[in-house]
């Protein structure tokens, strides 16, 4: 098995040709589960929050309570799949893992699309939790006149959808998407790089889900998207509910949900570019310090 050596280390023996297929759709089920345990309690979270704002029942959501939903999905759904997807999680880390990990390429799209069903099934699996406190804010809204706001980030499809807000630039939205999911995916690439002497295996999911959390809390109120897989599996659980319209914008779609992919590459090749002198073997110490014994002006 050849998936991403510091997350994923155990001791299997070399699957045999015939074997390999069913190996792969093993790893792609735990991507598919790992999805999954991270989207569930983020869009539970959602859906408490959007409720609770429509009913004026303070206590029951805020953007904080989102944070801390993702922040501890993405920490279990690691934890749990580590061992044997490697918990890429999102297109975009695979695809990055594939550029700059060694990632067998053929894997990719195999994880993207399990991820995305993972996605697609933590979202009806909320709406089939909320549905009938949903239904009631939807007829509400629409016996109020006011059916533009079911497919809003505060109205019942933005518990898995992704809406602009009223008068929100595009070119906003693209840029601190992407500022959002560079960083992420720098400090990615930074977690799961163990010649850190800072760094062991079980802070990476630790250090990951404090940098989603971060993300969240800091980015959200512009909506923040982060994962291709929670983004457009989201929003396409979401139209098997609302319908077509989910989509009707579709640039904005688009930005919000496939900008971190190419972000997440860059914070990759960045965290490659300063890293480059390990791997070349230039430092011979591996885990360079401060000298105590001399001083540099460089």
Same mark, same amino acid.
């Given at each position: ?14 699957? $045999? ?31 408490? +929050? ?39 999680? $999102? ?70 959808? !992704? ?14 998407? +992407? ?9 990615? !690439? ?28 800091? +980015? ?79």
């Amino acid at each position: 098995m050849n998936h991403d050596p510091e997350i994923a280390q155990a001791s299997y023996k070399k699957p $045999s040709s015939s074997s390999r297929p069913l190996i792969l759709l093993i790893h792609c089920i735990a991507e598919l589960v790992g999805v999954f345990l991270y989207v569930l309690p983020g869009e539970a979270a959602t859906a408490a +929050f959007i409720l609770s704002s429509a009913t004026n029942r303070p206590g029951f959501g805020s953007l904080l309570n989102i944070a801390f939903a993702y922040t501890f999905g993405i920490i279990i759904g690691i934890i749990l799949t580590a061992h044997v997807s490697g918990s890429h999680l $999102s297109p975009g880390v695979s695809l990055s893992f594939a550029i700059f990990r060694g990632f067998p390429k053929y894997r990719v799209l195999p994880y993207i699309l399990f991820q995305l069903l993972g996605s697609i099934l933590a979202t009806l699996v909320v709406y089939g939790i909320y549905g009938q406190s949903l239904n009631t804010l939807e007829n509400a809204l629409r016996s109020n006149g006011r059916e533009d706001l079911i497919y809003s980030s505060t109205g019942p499809a933005g518990v898995g959808g !992704f809406f602009p807000g009223p008068n929100q630039n595009l070119g906003r939205v693209f840029f601190g998407e +992407f500022i959002a999911s560079a960083v992420l995916g720098l400090l990615i !690439f930074g977690a799961i790089d163990l010649r850190n002497p800072l760094m062991s295996r079980a802070s990476i999911p630790f250090i990951i889900g404090i940098g989603y959390f971060i993300a969240i809390i800091s +980015f959200g109120l512009n909506t923040v998207v982060l994962n291709t897989a929670r983004g457009l599996g989201g929003q396409i659980g979401t139209s098997m509910i609302y319908g077509g319209r989910v989509f009707s914008n579709h640039r904005y779609v688009a930005l919000a949900t496939l900008t971190n992919i190419p972000a997440t590459m860059l914070g990759g090749l960045v965290y490659k570019l300063i890293s480059w002198h390990y791997e070349e073997g230039i430092n011979a110490n591996p885990h360079p310090g401060p000298n105590p014994r001399k001083e540099t002006t460089d």
